[in-house]
């Protein structure tokens, strides 16, 4: 089994920064893609960001600019720089990573953490 275990949520107020983080572990794994989701009250999850092993990366167009996602593949972990937060980036924040085990890829999710963005 793959556990994904993130922090770093909290709350902000408009203007500010965090940072998010989520590692990746288990046995006999092979992480891929990262990347992070939100939910917002009411609202379907979404694409926050990815990024490959390799370093590409994609963002949603409301991020761009604002949110930077990196990776340290030896570590198995994902960050999320958030700056320049705005209200309606409240939400659950998910954690999201594609894994090969044993010739088989799943496809991991990590608890969800919080961030509450208050004006």
């Known amino acids: 089994q793959v556990q994904l275990v993130e922090s770093g949520g909290g709350l902000v107020q408009a203007g500010g920064s965090l940072r998010l983080s989520c590692a990746a572990s288990g046995s006999s794994f092979r992480v891929n893609t990262m990347g992070w989701y939100r939910q917002a009250p009411g609202k379907q999850r979404e694409l926050v960001a990815v990024v490959t092993t390799g370093g590409i990366t994609n963002y949603a167009d409301s991020v761009k600019g604002r949110f930077t996602i990196s990776r340290d593949n030896a570590k198995n972990t994902v960050f999320l720089q958030m700056n320049s937060l705005k209200r309606e980036d409240t939400a659950v924040y998910y954690c999201?990573?594609?894994?090969?085990?044993?010739?088989?890829?799943?496809?991991?999710w990590g608890q969800g953490t919080q961030v509450t963005v208050s004006s």
């Open positions: 999201n990573a594609m894994v090969l085990r044993y010739a088989t890829n799943y496809n991991y």
